[in-house]
Nanobody, 115 residues
Framework: QVQLVESGGGLVQPGGSLRLSCAASGIILSRYSMGWYRQAPGKQRELVATMSRSGFTNYGATVKGRFTISRDNAKNTVYLQMTSLQPEDTAVYYC?????????WGQGTQVTVSS
């Protein structure tokens, strides 16, 4: 059974930082393209960051320069380092793994940026 489990969300003040983790079981993450997506209340899910199997990264325009996606193959875990967080970054963040017709999602972790 494949599971992606996100953690690391929480409440942070504007300008603060958080690191999200996505731990996988049942699949080997290095064989998948990985991504972080987010969905704010009343809005569609949007791309935050992706990393290809070869390590190529891509970021959404609103987070470029502030967020960094990385992968630790030994831990079978993907990370999202978030800095300079703003209230508009408030959302549920989801981890995704996809390749060759297989597509898996985590349950999401809430990030709230508020003073």
């Amino acid at each position: 059974q494949v599971q992606l489990v996100e953690s690391g969300g929480g409440l942070v003040q504007p300008g603060g930082s958080l690191r999200l983790s996505c731990a996988a079981s049942g699949i080997i993450l290095s064989r998948y393209s990985m991504g972080w997506y987010r969905q704010a209340p009343g809005k569609q899910r949007e791309l935050v960051a992706t990393m290809s199997r070869s390590g190529f990264t891509n970021y959404g325009a609103t987070v470029k320069g502030r967020f960094t996606i990385s992968r630790d193959n030994a831990k079978n875990t993907v990370y999202l380092q978030m800095t300079s967080l703003q209230p508009e970054d408030t959302a549920v963040y989801y981890c995704n793994a996809g390749w060759s017709g297989n597509d898996y999602w985590g349950q999401g972790t809430q990030v709230t940026v508020s003073s």
